[in-house]
């Protein structure tokens, strides 16, 4: 295995070494109601569905030999920061906005997760599996690695709870298709806001749930979002 470096990623080692791991003791078990950020299909006018595990890798944790990975967050404006915050600039800068396009360009939906193991990339569980931050803040290609590695761990974890690196404050869910989901379904009285992490009476067994989309200028939690976050909307 590559040693750790400041400013560079290291590779995970071996899978055959990885896999010795004891990797459960640094899981965490999460269920509840979380908010994904999802955009519009510009060939049909509608939102791309909401549930979609990634296996293109163009992101962080959706390696194209894995399983597929969708990301879901737990507040509303901690899934702005993750979509927008590299675009935006300090605060009272003209770049930390949004415009009036982006605000009919995407949706925000919510999700009911079933009861999933994550490992928990918190306090020091990243040095226990023998990397740092900088799988949350460096090469996506590398950090793909690393998720394929938790992915293929015999532990046959459900993905990853993890800070984001815009706000190490706040969370997100890279959750894998581990388990081959049941279909989604529709849940139209999935709507905002949801309780904590409670929500709906969820099936363990069963399927992930999602509410309609909601057009993020419509989205009740926009305003409160935008204030929190101190980001402007320009015409």
Request: a neutral charge; charged letters at 20%.
């Amino acid at each position: 295995m590559a040693l750790k470096t400041p400013g560079k990623l290291n590779t995970p080692p071996p899978q055959a070494e990885f896999d010795k791991l004891p990797l459960t003791r640094w899981c965490t078990r999460l269920r509840g109601v979380f908010y994904r950020l999802h955009r519009l299909d510009p060939q049909t006018g509608k939102p791309w569905h909401p549930i979609h595990f990634s296996r293109t890798g163009r992101t962080r944790f959706d390696p194209v030999n894995g399983s597929g990975t969708v990301y879901v967050g737990e507040t509303l404006s901690g899934v702005l920061m993750e979509v927008f915050d590299d675009l935006w600039g300090p605060v009272d800068s003209i770049t930390r906005s949004l415009s009036r396009t982006q605000l009919q360009e995407w949706y925000v939906t919510l999700v009911a997760i079933p009861s999933v193991t994550l490992f928990e990339a918190h306090k020091g569980n990243l040095s226990r599996i023998g990397t740092d931050l900088q799988l949350l803040a460096g090469d996506h290609a590398l950090s793909r690695e690393w998720a394929l590695s938790l992915g293929q761990h015999p532990s046959k974890i459900d993905g990853i709870y993890y800070p984001s690196r815009h706000d190490n404050g706040r969370s997100n869910l890279a959750i894998f298709n581990q388990r081959a989901w049941p279909v989604e379904q529709l849940d139209s009285g999935l709507l905002p806001p949801p309780t904590g992490h409670i929500g709906r009476v969820i099936d363990d067994k069963g399927p992930l749930f999602y509410g309609p989309s909601i057009l993020l200028r419509d989205h009740l939690e926009l305003r409160s979002s935008l204030i929190e976050l101190e980001v402007a909307v320009l015409p």
